[in-house]
């Protein structure tokens, strides 16, 4: 069909298609007098585009989708969006201080804190894949939002920086890319958002949680012991996590950086090891299978 046509399928302007043919994200065909042709498949392309056009996106985002994994693309997006709408509510927060009479000055910092917080959530976006990626960088990203003060403050946050930049890959085995793919496709940004809360929640009695789940727990425990959970994905992919961990820096340099950039990071650490030490006092055979399993 030509462009006339698919410009009705589609419901979009002839120069909003050559737009799109311009940013390469349609390839139809040149016919040999000069005009093109236009398949079922360019149209449902370009159908595609209006949808995400009216969602948003730019054409760069569009991009990422039709030419990365399309579903692990438009996840990864759906996090920048989230992370932006957080920025957008912090600086209006901000541009309300400014109407009631605050100076520049007075709300400078907390300007480079939004900034400092989105530099840092979109390395550890790039950083690590996957569903991976997405809740690293959620998890993180609410302990982001607080000033540099001091000189460690800036230390610790170039040193995040640094690696950030420079990580190393995690390679995961096809068949685990496959399993994480799989099982996490369906979960958005408020999936996140929950475990995290749920979490927090956790930490904060970590009696309360060990009382109210005990059965839960226990079954748990007979499960990391039993031979189906060795063979199965989730094992082995929380070895080479864990071996990642240990070996990039992870535990050694980004962790402690995070706890001097951020007290609020250095409260919430400290309760997660509080948790655990309750934990282990109510069921030491967890410390014995993380001995075997390391």
């Not at 800036?154 to 920086?161: K, L, M, S």
């Not at 999936?191 to 956790?202: A, Q, R, V």
């Not at 059965?215 to 031979?227: A, D």
């Not at 997660?272 to 390391?294: F, H, S, V």
Request: hydrophobic fraction near 35%.
């Amino acid at each position: 069909m030509l462009i006339s046509e698919a410009s009705k399928l589609a419901n979009l302007t002839k120069k909003a298609i050559n737009y799109y043919i311009e940013q390469n994200l349609i390839f139809p065909d040149s016919l040999e007098n000069g005009y093109r042709h236009f398949s079922d498949k360019d149209v449902e392309r370009l159908k595609e585009i209006s949808v995400l056009r009216k969602l948003g996106l730019s054409i760069e985002e569009i991009k990422m989708i039709c030419t990365d994994d399309a579903s692990s693309a438009i996840q990864k997006i759906s996090v920048r969006k989230e992370l932006s709408l957080q920025r957008d509510k912090a600086q209006k927060a901000i541009l309300d201080k400014l109407s009631y009479g605050y100076s520049f000055a007075e709300i400078h910092k907390e300007l480079e804190a939004i900034e400092q917080s989105a530099t840092v959530t979109e390395k550890l976006l790039e950083a690590f894949p996957g569903y991976y990626g997405r809740f690293i960088c959620l998890h993180f990203a609410r302990f982001l939002d607080e000033p540099i003060e001091t000189s460690e403050q800036q230390a610790a946050y170039e040193e995040i920086i640094a690696f950030l930049d420079n990580a190393p890959s995690i390679d995961f085995p096809i068949e685990i890319q496959s399993f994480l793919v799989e099982n996490t496709k369906h979960i958005n940004t408020d999936d996140i958002h929950d475990m995290i809360e749920n979490t927090k929640k956790s930490l904060e009695d970590p009696q309360k949680f060990l009382s109210g789940n005990r059965e839960r727990l226990e079954q748990y425990l007979e499960y990391r012991q039993s031979e189906e959970y060795k063979q199965s994905p989730v094992y082995h992919m929380q070895k080479i996590l864990k071996e990642y961990n240990r070996t990039s820096g992870y535990n050694d340099v980004f962790i402690p950086a995070m706890k001097k950039l951020s007290s609020s990071y250095a409260k919430y650490y400290e309760q997660m090891e509080n948790a655990n030490e309750k934990l282990l006092l109510q069921y030491p055979e967890i410390a014995a299978l993380n001995k075997l399993n390391e």
